[in-house]
Each structure stands twice: as C-alpha cells, then as structure tokens.
C-alpha cells in the first residue's frame, strides 16, 4: 500500500476529514466512520505501518503508547467501565484497511460476543 492512497494516511495529514479525539507526535485517534458500538474509536501511528504482521522490534514504543492511549480514551470518551480492543490482521483477520490500527469501543451496556464482524 503506498502511503499517497492510504486512507489513514491521508486522514493523518488532513486531507481528508475525521472527528479526532486525541494526537501526539506518534499517534492520531478519531471517531470510526461506521461505529458498532457507542464508543468506537480507531487509534493509529501515524507511521504507515500496514498491519500487526509488519511490525517490527523498533516499533515497540509506538505499539506500546497505544495500549496506554487506548485506555485513557476509553475511559475519557464514555466507557469507564471497561472495553475492547481489536486489530483484525490480514485476510484471516478480516483487515480492510491496511494502515495499522486499534479499534477502542466500547459503551453504555456490555459488548455483544467476541466476533462482531458480519
Ligand atoms: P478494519 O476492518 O480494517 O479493521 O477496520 C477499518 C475501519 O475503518 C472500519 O471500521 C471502517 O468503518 C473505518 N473506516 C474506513 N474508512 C474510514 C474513514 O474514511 N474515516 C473513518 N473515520 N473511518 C473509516
Ligand atoms: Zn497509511
């Protein structure tokens, strides 16, 4: 995937819109455009990095941040109670867009099953 089409990427240099939450130097976190819960966040690098299955050793402070990240946004952007987080990988894992990220959702009332995806 080349970084001049990703749509994150593009998103991470605002070329085209999103409801952002939360930017450092490293991350960006903004509302899924097609949320399935009352909270759905996606946390990225803004790094392209493609998937979980290209990381690589000197990715682990940025990997790492985002857990942290993930945590406080959940609980900032309305599921104190607890959350979930999910990084589909590759076809099996059902990615469709190729730019790492985090899915933070999260609610009101508790998640449905594990697989959500239909
Ligand atoms: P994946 O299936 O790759 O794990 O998740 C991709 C997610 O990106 C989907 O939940 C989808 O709704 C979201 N998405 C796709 N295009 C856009 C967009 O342009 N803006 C935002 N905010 N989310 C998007
Ligand atoms: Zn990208």
């Given at each position: 995937?080349?970084?001049?089409?990703?749509?994150?990427?593009?998103?991470?240099?605002?070329?085209?819109?999103?409801?952002?939450?939360?930017?450092?130097?490293?991350?960006?976190?903004?509302?899924?455009?097609?949320?399935?819960?009352?909270?759905?966040?996606?946390?990225?690098?803004?790094?392209?990095?493609?998937?979980?299955?290209?990381?690589?050793?000197?990715?682990?402070?940025?990997?790492?941040?985002?857990?942290?990240?993930?945590?406080?946004?959940?609980v900032?952007?309305?599921s104190p109670e607890?959350?979930?987080?999910?990084?589909?990988?590759?076809?099996?894992?059902?990615?469709?867009?190729?730019?790492?990220?985090?899915?933070?959702?999260?609610?009101?009332?508790?998640?449905?099953?594990?697989?959500?995806?239909?």
């Amino acid at each position: 995937m080349n970084t001049d089409t990703c749509i994150f990427c593009k998103i991470v240099r605002g070329e085209i819109p999103s409801r952002k939450v939360f930017e450092d130097d490293e991350l960006m976190a903004f509302h899924d455009i097609n949320p399935m819960a009352p909270v759905h966040l996606l946390l990225i690098p803004r790094e392209h990095i493609a998937s979980m299955a290209e990381l690589e050793q000197r990715h682990r402070n940025v990997v790492g941040n985002m857990m942290l990240v993930a945590n406080r946004l959940a609980v900032e952007q309305g599921s104190p109670e607890g959350f979930r987080l999910i990084v589909n990988t590759g076809r099996i894992g059902r990615q469709d867009v190729y730019h790492l990220h985090m899915h933070v959702i999260g609610g009101a009332s508790p998640l449905p099953g594990m697989i959500m995806k239909s």
